[in-house]
């Protein structure tokens, strides 16, 4: 092995752990494979930053030991002390910027809050900071990083001792995984949060655990959905409420049921409030116009178009905006208004900040459209630009319908 192999960091790895005195599938732990720490230890993986700092609690190790900027001190170097005063200053400076600094700074200076607090055995601090970074990433439609910052809330063992914080925790990681398109770890999470929440006897967790769960789409519906209904009996007249009543009208519209699903549609635009979060309220008034557009139904489609593109444009929320342009698009479609329908969806691939999944979506759409109009070597470049994003994006169903639709057109 030369000089350099044994500073990188798959050489320290295996070196710290042997020390240690633990096996691969120790040091795996329950959140990650054997398979992976031994790609790690052979120089064939590199870790998130989060993995990292994972690592280097497992093995008790100073900050920084692993990525090499304490090589060579020793294992028990102590951490210069900070004060809780500087603690709690900085909290409050986070707290700050939630209201008048870019999102992109606030997830930056709340992972920098987040690893002072965890540094310095503060995971109260720790876990309200990485809440916000994470909330914050979502925001900027950043959502692998989100999906890894929230993993990483699951795998601290003073979560792990707490069913409610763990319960959370495992459900704020299968929604972000299902958004950057890791249904795996989706899954995962969510039957872990469904086991950490059955017993906690919160009806608020335990429902946001449901509601998760349903989302993965690959949990057994019919009876989350009964446990659901019996749920919202509880919280009839909250926010939260109006997000279960979201999810049981969602459903019904999927399964065919489209009278239900208005009806408890309607529920939910009296109960889910603005003011607890406008961003859940906006997307909300998106989705129904989407279950309505979906299922054929044009009850006050143009008005919810409008007054969620308003919301919506206002908040920022450049990825539900483009949902809401493959909504409106469908709808011109369904009434034969092709060109309306690549208007908009050509308006939606022009917002600033769009991410990869979102505009990947929007052009497989427009291909589509294009299709139409019986344009097909446009369609053939659409398409193979959609396969394109959604593979980077890792939608590998999405790419493989992208693909399908540029061989119909190329060999047409």
């Known amino acids: 092995m030369t000089d350099a192999d044994e500073t990188s960091f798959a050489s320290r790895l295996r070196r710290a752990r042997l020390e240690a005195g633990l096996s691969q599938g120790e040091l795996a732990g329950q959140d990650l494979s054997i398979s992976y720490v031994s790609h790690l230890e052979a120089g064939r993986r590199e870790p998130t930053p989060r993995l990292t700092s994972l690592f280097e609690r497992r093995l008790e190790l100073p900050r920084g030991y692993l990525a090499g900027e304490s090589w060579g001190q020793g294992r028990d170097e102590e951490v210069p002390e900070v004060s809780t005063a500087d603690l709690a200053a900085l909290a409050s400076r986070v707290g700050r910027m939630r209201s008048g600094s870019s999102t992109e700074d ?38 692998t990083a989100a999906a890894d910052a929230a993993t990483a809330l699951t795998a601290h063992p003073w979560v792990q001792s707490q069913p409610a914080l763990a319960a959370e925790a495992h459900t704020l990681a299968s929604k972000t995984s299902r958004r950057a398109v890791d249904r795996t770890s989706a899954t995962h999470h969510a039957h872990r949060a469904l086991e950490a ?21 690959a949990l057994p519906g019919d009876g989350l959905l009964v446990e659901l209904e019996t749920l919202h ?8 409420g109006g997000l279960v009543a979201w999810t049981i ?4 519209f999927e399964s065919g049921d489209v009278r239900d699903g208005l009806r408890w549609h309607k529920v939910a635009a009296t109960e889910v409030n603005p003011d607890v979060d406008h961003r859940d309220w906006a997307r909300f008034v998106g989705a129904t116009c989407w279950m309505r557009v979906s299922r054929r139904v044009d009850d006050d489609v143009p008005e919810l178009i409008t007054l969620a593109r308003q919301h919506l444009t206002w908040l920022g929320c450049t990825d539900e905006l483009a949902d809401l342009a493959r909504t409106e698009a ?17 308006d939606a691939l022009r917002l600033p900040g769009l991410a990869g999944l979102a505009r990947g979506r929007l052009r497989l759409d427009r291909a589509r459209t294009l299709r139409s109009a019986g344009d097909q070597e446009e369609v053939a ?17 999405g790419a493989r319908v992208a693909w399908q639709l540029y061989d119909e057109v190329s060999t047409t």
């Open 106 to 143: 606030l997830a930056a200076e709340a992972r920098r809050a987040a690893e002072l607090a965890l540094g310095h055995d503060r995971p109260e601090m720790w876990w309200a900071m990485t809440i916000v970074e994470v909330r914050a990433l979502m925001h900027i439609g950043d959502y």
């Open 197 to 217: 929440s059955a017993d906690v006897g919160d009806p608020a967790l335990r429902a946001e655990a449901v509601i998760a769960a349903l989302a993965t789409q």
């Open 233 to 240: 009996h509880r919280l009839a007249g909250t926010h939260l």
């Open 249 to 252: 009208g969602t459903h019904a």
């Open 330 to 346: 469908q709808w011109h479609e369904q009434h034969d208004r092709h060109e309306d329908a690549r208007r908009v969806l050509d």
């Open 381 to 397: 470049l659409e398409a193979l630009s959609a396969a394109r994003d959604l593979t980077l994006a890792g939608d590998a169903e």
